[in-house]
């Protein structure tokens, strides 16, 4: 065999494949060595990198568009607003068509069934909102930017108003529990807490503030959204491709990434265990994921390896699209099977540096992957996935095929009408404001009566996951905390984010 054919050979899967394009040799594409991902490896999660305009959303979109088409759902967080187009057919022009040639690729213009989300409603998508409960103290922490003692207090606090049972659904609510402690009344119950100082509480009562002050409430509250709403398929069968827009929301990539780690929390709390099916439950892409890892605390970034190393047994995969494999810490990066790698830039030291870390990554070959990687052109990568024993494939220089749906957004008015007819949008669109913690402060007798934490007894978790992930006394105390008053149980894991039963 040649060279090539024996790279073709390690892509020759048997069962369903996604098909990413046809492998480059001496510049040109050769039609028969196929380039592929085997669908049941999908979740072993993948990386999509590349220097800024080298394909990488336009990759993300291939594999989206066939995943969809073979029946699993698909969560994009719509970073720059260019993915929209996932809904509408593709336009036909001499570029697209000449790249379907060239790969050997039956390319015909489709859209696929998507949902709009945007965050807190600040945009045209269905609004997603968190209960401030639901999301719990170490992605809070993430967002306010504090500091480990300060997160370690927040933790506190939040598992004195799940004793008390005073519900934290919104910023306010939360805002009048850190008043209430310190203020004269509060004193000893501040001091009850333990561990917790009346400095701290005022830097975090301080922080909660500043944090409303830039718009920050819309955010959080109910109604909370239901994570399972991902997990759907169109009526047809296809994968729903649910659109997460984040551009009015891009010059706080503090927020949104917290966000996307609550959804993959939440997520991974609710879903049963299913080891390696046939086909992922749902593929989650994060663009632009070096805001998720810039500034992150140890913890957050323990809880992000743990969550990528656990949630794959249960059938979701998890793709990070960024410019260079250096923006992914190196736990993460060594549980991501499937690399797609395009052009990188090697202007500066930096540069340099990078591409030589990128090379690094990768399995040997008998390329010369730092000449190669300056050298490819615009929708050509590098690519190495698993194969269906779970083996690296060799890698392999391809020309990825065109995605069949639009490339770029669609306009607002069809985005509009999409979300105004959603079955989902009479459920999310307009936030409701129940009794909860602030009400309760604010209506309370005097002096106050602390009504007793009821029933101590443990909601089933696994604790020794919750050890294990968060690895102190206080969340383990926090997976215990049952929050009685009005009968509902709150249970904490992953990043102590917590879930009311449903
Ligand atoms: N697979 C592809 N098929 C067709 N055109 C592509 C492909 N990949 C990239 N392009 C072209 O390159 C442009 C930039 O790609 P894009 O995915 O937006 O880059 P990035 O996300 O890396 O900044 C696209 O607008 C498109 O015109
Ligand atoms: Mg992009």
Do not use: C
Request: proline share 5%; aromatic share 6%.
């Amino acid at each position: 065999m040649s060279d090539s054919e024996t790279i073709a050979a390690g892509y020759a899967f048997t069962g369903p494949a996604l098909d990413l394009g046809a492998l480059l040799w001496d510049g040109a594409p050769l039609p028969d060595a196929q380039i592929r991902i085997p669908l049941p490896m999908l979740n072993r999660h993948g990386l999509v990198a590349g220097a800024t305009g080298t394909g990488k959303t336009k990759t993300l979109q291939l594999i989206a568009e066939q995943l969809s088409a073979q029946g699993v759902p698909v969560f994009l967080a719509d970073v720059k607003g260019d993915v929209s187009g996932i809904s509408a057919p593709g336009v036909a022009n001499d570029k697209v068509a000449g790249r379907a040639a060239e790969v050997r690729q039956q390319w015909t213009a489709t859209g696929f069934p998507a949902e709009f989300y945007a965050l807190g409603g600040i945009g045209h998508g269905i609004p997603v909102r968190a209960t401030i409960t639901g999301f719990g103290p170490v992605l809070l922490s993430k967002v306010l930017q504090l500091n480990q003692t300060q997160e370690q207090s927040l933790g506190l606090i939040f598992h004195y108003a799940d004793t008390k049972g005073l519900e934290l659904i919104d910023l306010k609510d939360l805002r009048a529990v850190v008043t209430f402690l310190t203020s004269d009344e509060g004193k000893t119950e501040l001091k009850n807490i333990g561990g917790l100082s009346t400095a701290t509480a005022g830097v975090i009562l301080r922080s909660l503030t500043a944090f409303e002050a830039q718009g920050m409430a819309d955010f959080f509250g109910e109604p909370e959204f239901d994570t399972s709403e991902l997990l759907r398929t169109a009526s047809d069968g296809r994968g729903m491709v649910s659109v997460l827009e984040l551009p009015a929301v891009q010059d706080k990539p503090q927020l949104f990434s917290t966000f996307l780690m609550w959804l993959l929390a939440d997520l991974f709390h609710d879903l049963p265990e299913v080891g390696d099916a046939d086909k992922p439950k749902l593929v989650f892409f994060f663009d632009e994921a070096h805001l998720l890892f810039n500034d992150a605390s140890k913890a957050f970034l323990d809880s992000i390896t743990q969550t990528v190393r656990l949630i794959r047994s249960k059938g979701v995969g998890v793709f990070f699209v960024t410019q260079t494999p250096k923006d992914v810490p190196g736990d993460v990066l060594a549980q991501l099977g499937n690399r797609v790698q395009h052009a990188l830039r090697a202007f500066t030291p930096d540069d340099q540096k990078a591409l030589k870390a990128t090379v690094k990554t990768f399995p040997n070959s008998s390329y010369d992957l730092e000449e190669i990687l300056t050298g490819l052109g615009t929708g050509e990568a590098v690519v190495t996935v698993l194969s269906e024993n779970g083996a690296p494939t060799p890698v392999a220089v391809t020309r990825l095929r065109a995605p069949e749906s639009l490339m770029g957004p669609i306009d607002a008015a069809t985005l509009d009408a999409a979300v105004k007819s959603s079955s989902l949008y009479g459920r999310y669109a307009q936030a409701v404001d129940r009794e909860s913690a602030y009400e309760k402060l604010a209506s309370r007798p005097q002096p106050q009566e602390t009504p007793k934490a009821a029933a101590k007894s443990a909601p089933k978790e696994d604790e020794s996951m919750v050890q294990q992930v968060v690895g102190s006394g206080m969340f383990k105390s926090l997976a215990r905390s049952v929050g009685t008053q009005i009968g509902r149980e709150i249970t904490r894991s992953l990043f102590g984010t917590a879930r009311r039963k449903r």
